[in-house]
């Protein structure tokens, strides 16, 4: 059987031992860049990889860019090689953070054509309150070759963004807090706001009381609400950096709305050009 959006904590505890299965440990502090790493270090699942946000799953900022750029997909594909995984394993992400993290590794490996990726549903604290094993040493690896098979339909530049706002039978979800959507905080971009047109959504509304995903059919009315009549596929995805956005496109594909576009670059590279029209408040 292929997971292909959530696996729990008692499903993947069934296969540490497979070897058919992988396990990446994304833990990320957007302030603090190297306090994943720190506590990976400190105890991780055992055999978990370490994918460090900035280093491995985006590629350099450039002054037209976003704050995590989309890493090349020949560079990731020779990491995950290096890191055991070839086109047939099972691959499961997970961070401290409601996925909020993770769910970008989980977006990467989809758009270079691998679908057995899931995220564990309430990440490391979930595995933690069920008392399952951490370890501190490092997994031994053996490497492999990943062939991608890119799947380039899954994101939106920025000039289908700019299209897209205009068009009535569009819509562009907002990943990031309300109060940075409408502007009243900006703790991580020069500007404050959002694009306009855009609708708010922030992906802790995806999230249940213990952490994990809100059961489909709750996921499926809320989106449906949202999208108010238009199709699936023609929602674009943004957040800040185009990486919380993925939790809304896992959302929508565990309520089996998939098709959702990211725009990778969202707000922050949105406001690289001073000529792009900025909106504030609800």
Not at 95 to 100: P, R, Y
Not at 227 to 239: D, V
Not at 259 to 269: I, R, T
């Amino acid at each position: 059987m292929k997971f292909t959006t959530l696996v729990s904590a008692e499903e993947l505890a069934q296969h540490l031992d497979d070897p058919g299965w992988i396990v990446f440990d994304c833990r990320f502090t957007l302030t603090d860049p190297e306090a994943g790493r720190r506590a990976y270090l400190h105890g991780h699942i055992p055999g978990a990889r370490y994918a460090h946000l900035d280093e491995d799953l985006s590629s350099p900022i450039t002054p037209t860019s976003g704050r995590h750029p989309l890493p090349s997909p020949q560079l990731l594909s020779e990491k995950l090689g290096l890191w055991g995984v070839d086109n047939t394993r099972q691959v499961v992400v997970y961070d401290d953070s409601f996925g909020s993290m993770a769910v970008r590794m989980w977006w990467l490996l989809r758009w270079l054509g691998h679908d057995a990726v899931a995220l564990l549903d309430g990440g490391i604290p979930m595995w933690m309150r069920k008392k399952l094993p951490v370890t501190t040493d490092l997994p031994e690896i053996i490497p492999t070759q990943f062939i991608p098979r890119l799947q380039n339909w899954m994101w939106a530049d920025v000039t289908e963004v700019d299209q897209a706002r205009q068009d009535h039978n569009r819509v562009i979800i907002d990943a990031r807090p309300e109060d940075r959507f409408s502007g009243e905080r900006e703790p991580l971009d020069k500007v404050a706001g959002h694009i306009p047109g855009s609708i708010n959504w922030t992906f802790e509304e995806n999230i249940d009381f213990d952490g994990t995903y809100l059961p489909a059919e709750e996921l499926r009315t809320a989106y449906l609400d949202l999208l108010h009549g238009i199709p699936p596929a023609q929602a674009i995805h943004s957040c800040g950096s185009g990486v919380t956005a993925c939790h809304n496109i896992l959302a929508m594909e565990i309520a089996g709305l998939p098709g959702g576009k990211l725009y990778p670059g969202s707000w922050s590279e949105w406001i690289t050009d001073t000529s792009r029209p900025v909106a504030t408040g609800e």
